[in-house]
């Protein structure tokens, strides 16, 4: 069972994410156009001169925005959000006991973090899991728009890490553990596109191609219709 | 909408020099769309004018309050229960809701802290153009839906002057003339007939301040119908 | 005016309107996370002491969400509760935040778009509930 997890079910899964994450992007491009950026010629005649901005005024303004984003305001959600998805990517790419299966089927020999470090950052997804999970039935404004797919969503990214993190400790029986563990992890992988976990394609695509306020990009798209 | 800018900073401080607690109003209608005095543009505005005023130890303290608009009693009512405890108040709305907030409240000191510049549109994000002066006697009708008031240099209701070079106007080679565009978008139309008559000059009454009553409200205001 | 007494829901002509903008409403909605960051950002939810009904993504999944898991199958008193939702509880200032970029606003616009198709519409004033005294 484990081998067919970790062997046929694993390539599949694999494609399946690969190929749905395309898809997912593809979508994204077929849903909105690019954008015709109108041009404006700025005449003397017709705008007002440009204020002079002294640059202690640029800096107060930057600091005024800064105060006032995210990143100040919520300070440990966003940390925390950071860490969350770092560790999300890094734990099971960087671990040397994945690269090894890799190497050993054959392909290239990734970079791999001492284990120490790989079960810190497994900790840190748990810690961080936690920490969202808690936040999300404590507090009103998050329990308000939580549906159970929210803690589906979050069950489903966390597993791989708990059933790795007790499967490293040979908590439990090994056998049982590691066999969910690779199960957790197919699943996660065919989820990844086509549930919120895909959010990830929304988000960049969103946020550094689509005009808006918040556009962080040149914001040369829009909505197709 | 009503378009707006905000204020220099320094200007916003002058105005509020020696008031120690100011609450600043923010506009959920026009402002906020324009980018101009939003909830987002106070609370930046506020951490500014604390950060500035901390930098030169001047005592100050300000707090935002954003309404849905400033231009109706129902909405800045919510603002009684506060009002009390400022110095001044700053309005991030168009001139008419600064206006509507000194009344409401004249015992304390309303300042704007938007520039209201025009009636316009959004052509895209961050970029608004006007499309109306409020002139009161709208000719779109015959001018193939283009407002040679606000358009026009001149401000021509019978055009255009001599003067366009091509396309453009004669104050400016960006400035496209009103008059010709008209002509174009009349002629696609097969409706030039609409300005061949010549149209009589604007009605230019006293300037004094505009009010519509709509007809079925006239018994509801009106005491005396002349 | 005669439509404005009719009573009933049509479901197909909802479901109709949804499915016009099905994929990239769809993609927009399984987008959120469900963070309640866009919260802040939204002048109402201060104003009114942080009530989740304000908050930008309430106002979507409770709405729009709502209509495509039921596909339109929805009783005319869940349309009047959206309507308090879409109209009083939003003024489509356009400037609510999203980690994720959603176009809240949009989607705002889209579902009062389907209440409009029923014969809700907004009301005047917003406030619609609040007391004479309450205004005054």
């Not at chain 1, 728009?145 to 040979?170: E, K, R």
């Not at chain 1, 056998?175 to 990844?192: E, P, Q, Y």
């Not at chain 2, 030039?192 to 009553?213: F, M, S, T, Y």
């Amino acid at each position: 069972m484990y081998d067919l997890l970790r062997g046929p079910v694993f390539w599949v899964s694999a494609a399946v994410c690969v190929c749905g994450l395309i898809f997912r992007t593809i979508q994204m491009f077929r849903l909105t156009r690019a954008k015709i950026i109108p041009e404006c010629r700025l005449s003397p005649a017709r705008n007002t001169p440009a204020r002079q901005v002294s640059d202690e005024e640029r800096r107060l303004d930057m600091v005024a925005r800064f105060r006032n984003s995210v990143i100040w305001r919520h300070p440990v959600v966003v940390a925390v959000s950071a860490v969350f998805h770092v560790c999300l990517f890094a734990a099971p790419i960087l671990l040397v006991a994945h690269n090894m299966m890799i190497a050993q089927a054959g392909w290239v020999a990734l970079p791999s973090v001492p284990d120490w470090f790989a079960d810190l950052m497994t900790i840190a997804v748990l810690v961080c899991a936690v920490f969202l999970l808690v936040r999300r039935i404590a507090l009103p404004k998050v329990a308000a728009i939580s549906s159970p797919v929210d803690y589906c969503v979050l069950l489903l990214a966390v597993m791989p890490f708990l059933t790795g993190f007790l499967a490293y400790h040979q908590l439990f029986d090994y056998k049982t553990v590691i066999t969910l563990h690779a199960l957790a992890g197919d699943l996660l992988l065919i989820a990844l596109p086509f549930t919120k976990v895909g959010h990830m394609v929304f988000f960049f695509f969103s946020r550094l191609t689509m005009a808006g306020e918040f556009c962080m990009g040149r914001g040369r798209r829009t909505w197709a219709a | 909408m009503v378009i707006a800018e905000i204020k220099p900073l320094d200007e916003i401080k002058q105005l509020l020099g020696g008031y120690r607690k100011v609450l600043n109003t923010g506009c959920g209608g026009c402002t906020s769309v324009c980018l101009a005095g939003g909830q987002k543009e106070v609370d930046i505005l506020n951490t500014k004018l604390s950060l500035s005023f901390k930098a030169e130890n001047v005592p100050f303290e300000i707090d935002g309050f954003t309404v849905e608009r400033q231009c109706e009693i129902q909405f800045i009512s919510e603002l009684d229960r506060m009002v009390g405890k400022y110095d001044a108040i700053l309005s991030m709305a168009c001139g008419a809701g600064v206006q509507f907030l000194a009344e409401r409240y004249p015992d304390k000191p309303v300042f704007p802290g938007v520039n209201s510049t025009f009636v316009g549109v959004n052509k895209d994000i961050g970029w608004y153009e006007e499309r109306c002066k409020c002139c009161g006697d709208c000719v779109l009708g015959f001018t193939g839906g283009i407002c040679p008031v606000s358009m026009c240099a001149k401000s021509l209701f019978n055009g255009p002057c001599g003067g366009p070079q091509g396309e453009s106007c004669e104050v400016s080679k960006d400035i496209p003339c009103a008059w010709v565009a008209i002509h174009k978008r009349l002629k696609a139309q097969n409706r030039l007939d609409n300005i061949k008559a010549i149209h009589g000059p604007r009605e230019w009454r006293d300037q004094v301040q505009g009010r519509i009553i709509l007809e079925p409200y006239k018994a509801r205001y009106v005491k005396n119908t002349e | 005016m005669t439509h404005i007494a009719k009573k009933t829901v049509d479901s197909s002509r909802i479901r109709e309107i949804l499915d016009g903008k099905k994929a990239r409403m769809k993609t927009c909605l399984q987008a959120c996370a469900a963070c309640s960051l866009c919260a802040d950002s939204c002048f109402m939810f201060n104003g009114k002491d942080g009530d989740p009904q304000y908050m930008p993504s309430y106002k979507v999944i409770k709405t729009l969400g709502r209509l495509y898991r039921k596909r339109g199958n929805v009783s005319r008193a869940e349309l009047e509760r959206m309507q308090q939702l879409l109209w009083r509880n939003c003024v489509l200032c356009g400037r609510c935040y999203c980690p994720f970029g959603i176009d809240i606003p949009n989607m705002i616009a889209f579902a009062r778009g389907i209440l409009r198709s029923q014969g809700i519409y907004g009301v005047f004033p917003h406030t619609s509930g609040s007391t004479e005294a309450e205004l005054q």
